[in-house]
């Protein structure tokens, strides 16, 4: 099985930037791709970002385009989450996710393995 570690979370003001990460380790012979949910306080866990093993077709939700970027390391076994302008509205646990298959999905429901999460906190 994989295991899934986040790590680079922290406190950042708003306007403010930070880059996440997730480790993935273990063996499979199963193809995945890897992606970030995020759950608020008092809110449902939702999609943020995801991307496929070649690193070509990134997905992203409506609300972090054109702020976040998420970016693959093969070699690591790496993920990242790039985020800018981060918003007060971003604060959130943000969790790792693996999708075993060859296509990203928006729905945790699909999701086959998740890591601890790592609190984003972007005060005002």
């Known amino acids: 099985q994989v295991q899934l570690v986040e790590s680079g979370g922290g406190l950042v003001q708003a306007g403010g930037s930070l880059t996440i990460s997730c480790a993935a380790s273990?063996?499979?012979?199963?193809?995945?791709?890897l992606g970030w949910f995020r759950q608020a306080p008092g809110k449902e866990r939702e999609f943020v970002a995801a991307i496929t093993t070649d690193g070509s077709k990134p997905d992203y939700a409506d609300s972090d385009k054109g702020r976040f970027t998420i970016s693959r390391d093969n070699a690591k076994n790496t993920i990242y989450l790039q985020m800018n302008s981060l918003k007060p509205e971003d604060t959130a646990v943000y969790y790792c996710?693996?999708?075993?298959?060859?296509?990203?999905?928006?729905?945790?429901?699909?999701?086959?393995?998740w890591g601890k999460g790592t609190l984003v906190t972007v005060s005002s």
């Open positions: 996710a693996l999708n075993y298959g060859i296509y990203t999905s928006r729905t945790p429901n699909d999701m086959d393995s």
């Open positions: 273990g063996r499979t012979t199963r193809r995945y791709t």
